[in-house]
């Protein structure tokens, strides 16, 4: 499995476009690119799945260049809901998923 | 309508004491999973089902028993519990051969004094 490095944390302000960015430098050829949510006492939530150039759903955007080596999670006019963890995680479409710290998203008024 | 939901939410109990939490999702789902997110907030699988049958055990202590009666149902019992043990448990559902996209239940609080 693909180790993944992303920032620990990010404050935004409300309205504005968030973007997290996550490296997967040693992502293997049949990976593909996951992203999770989590508010403060719930369980993680799907976000988005991609394997390479842009998908969007209606909720974010997640953007994965030609060399694979990175992605970043884009979300559109963010609001004081979306302060939560956000994961990345790269691995096979069947691989059991390991979260790692993930990005603690502070959004501000 | 709830995909993927646990009982009790919150459980307290003191330590040696046995206790089950109960998942159910009604997602249609062949997989589910029990994972445990500690006080660092560290997010751990431990066991993984397909269709009834234990495929993945992440080196839990025995002390933990996930029980499948169905598909749609995955229990967790745990015996002599610990201190340790206190956690919060995440219940999951996924479709068979779709492990990347989870869908996870609200979790039950878990506290051993």
């Known amino acids: 499995l693909a180790k993944t490095t992303q920032p620990i944390s990010m404050d935004s302000y409300e309205g504005q476009e968030v973007n997290i960015t996550c490296s997967h430098n040693n992502i293997a050829t049949n990976d593909y690119i996951t992203w999770y949510q989590q508010f403060p006492s719930q369980g993680p939530r799907f976000i988005i799945q991609g394997y390479k150039t842009k998908v969007t759903n209606e909720v974010a955007s997640l953007f994965i260049p030609a060399d694979r080596k990175s992605s970043t999670l884009s979300l559109p006019r963010v609001s004081l809901s979306d302060t939560a963890v956000y994961y990345c995680?790269?691995?096979?479409?069947?691989?059991?998923?390991?979260f790692g710290k993930g990005t603690r998203l502070h959004i501000l008024p | 309508d709830t995909a993927v939901s646990q009982t009790p939410k919150y459980l307290v109990t003191q330590m040696g004491n046995d206790k089950s939490i109960k998942c159910e999702q009604n997602?249609?789902?062949?997989?589910m999973y029990w994972y445990k997110q500690d006080s660092k907030k560290f997010l751990k699988i431990m066991f993984s089902?397909?269709?009834?049958?234990?495929?993945i055990n992440e080196t839990v202590p025995n002390r933990f028993s996930p029980k499948s009666p169905d598909k749609a149902h995955l229990n967790l019992h745990i015996n002599s519990l610990e201190l340790g043990d206190s956690a919060v448990y995440f219940c999951?559902?996924?479709?068979?051969?779709?492990?990347?996209?989870?869908?996870f239940g609200p979790g039950t609080r878990l506290t051993v004094t």
């Open positions: 997602l249609g789902h062949d997989t």
């Open positions: 999951a559902s996924s479709r068979l051969g779709q492990r990347g996209e989870q869908y």
């Open positions: 089902y397909n269709n009834k049958e234990l495929i």
């Open positions: 995680l790269v691995g096979g479409i069947d691989d059991k998923i390991i």
